[in-house]
């Protein structure tokens, strides 16, 4: 009986050091900016992140054509994010607003735009 106890106490400290957590990697396009944020918004640069603490960051980039957005978690630290511009509207860059949740662990963001990658031109925090 004590060793299937000891067993049982051996299994249960085991698991408990494993990380049971899901990646809470998410980006989805924003319509409704908070004041806050939209005040931050530089309008003259093409790429800006803002950072919102450990809840995301708001991920701004200006384009005159339909973005089509893919992002994947490379390893445990790095996010691709993939920006491709299809089509063009009437020549006005239009921001669009994305918004990234991960995991509050630090990361490394990496934007391709059309396949090419593109540093931000400033990071902010709220």
Do not use: W
Not at 51 to 80: C, H, M, P
Not at 82 to 92: F, I, P, W, Y
């Amino acid at each position: 009986m004590n060793k299937i106890f000891a067993s049982l106490f051996l299994i249960i400290a085991m698991l408990s050091g494993c990380n049971f957590s899901s990646s809470s990697l998410s980006f989805s396009n924003i319509e409704n900016v908070p004041d806050h944020v939209e005040s931050i918004i530089d309008t003259n640069l093409k790429l800006q992140l803002i950072n919102d603490g450990e809840k995301g960051s708001y991920i701004i980039f200006r384009s005159n054509g339909d973005i089509n957005t893919n992002v994947e978690q490379q390893d445990d630290n790095v996010i691709l994010i993939n920006l491709n511009e299809s089509g063009s509207t009437d020549g006005v860059e239009q921001p669009n607003i994305y918004y990234l949740t991960a995991d509050p662990k630090p990361h490394e963001i990496s934007v391709y735009v059309n396949g090419e990658l593109t540093p931000f031109e400033m990071v902010t925090g709220l």
